[in-house]
């Protein structure tokens, strides 16, 4: 897709049109000053320059928390190819946390404690806040409880989360998409500290009853950094003001708050019944980002399954030089 077409304000001056390697030149030459706002079609407003990700890595410093934030500001590395783990580097005092099941391991000093709520502990609420809050992430099926991993040292310590099963690790810093990122159930992995895991309802019915996760979706909320799983290859797709892409329900991992997400019907009762593809699919409509997975658990999940000797399915002699033979010489074959 060809690069958008940008904006400059620079002392209250309006210029352009420019595209994004334009203005990446510009900053890079030093004739666009941190000061300086953007503006493109599918915006609300003209935003700060150094809020756009690409424009942020121009000035070589990393993106800005909004003012008056809340999340602990961390370091991380991704490692790996199919199947990464992030390792996050936390100062003395700061913390991140974790879904159960994710942990890898960790340095020294670094302290484990479970906190009841979605792991924002924003503000002073009392027993029920907390109690409403950790409701929500049942009904997205996760527990009621979450892990802090704090560093209680007095150096730099590590701790590091693995993905579940082979795929991407997507980092999100979400002052750089809003403040909010939707995402499928069961896709969040980490964030730091001060990040809310909720949900967000649908709006929509067909998207209820039809999407694959029902009403709900994992709503991350807040000024940090936080991390998603997703299977086999992920693609990132900018979509334009009124740009319609549709894909696999299973296949949409995340995408930002301003993007519209509904149901459509596969087209053709031919296609809907022989098609193999389901009756429904995902519509997403921009201005906004969408993240796609590849493989989808569920996907995965079901070959498994269907491949098991114990549900009927039986090994296919792959690689064997014997074949068939081998299946009966093996007992596979009944």
Known sequence: MSDQIWYLAIDGKQEGPYTGEEIEGRIRSGSVARGAHVYRDGMGNWAPVVSEPRFAAAFGTPIPKPPGGVADEIDFVIVGEEMQFVEITLDPGEACIAEAGSFMYMDPGIEMNTIFGDGSERGTGGFMDKLLSAGKRVLTGESLFMTVFGNGAGARRNVAFASPYPGRIIPLDLPAHGNTILCQKDAFLCAAKGVSVGIAFQRKLGAGLFGGEGFILQKLEGDGLAFVHAGGTVVERE?????????????????????????????????ALFGGEGL??????????????????????????????????????????LGGLGGLVMGDRR
């Open 239 to 271: 979509l334009g003001a009124g740009e319609t892409l549709r894909l696999d329900t299973g296949c949409l991992v995340a995408f930002e708050r301003q993007v519209d997400y509904d149901i459509q019907t596969v087209p053709g009762i031919k296609t």
């Open 280 to 321: 429904f699919f995902a519509s997403l409509t921009g201005p906004g980002k969408v993240w796609i997975q590849s493989l989808p658990f569920s996907r995965l999940a079901s070959r498994v399954y269907a491949a098991a000797p114990q549900t009927g399915g039986t090994r296919k002699g792959e690689g064997s030089v």
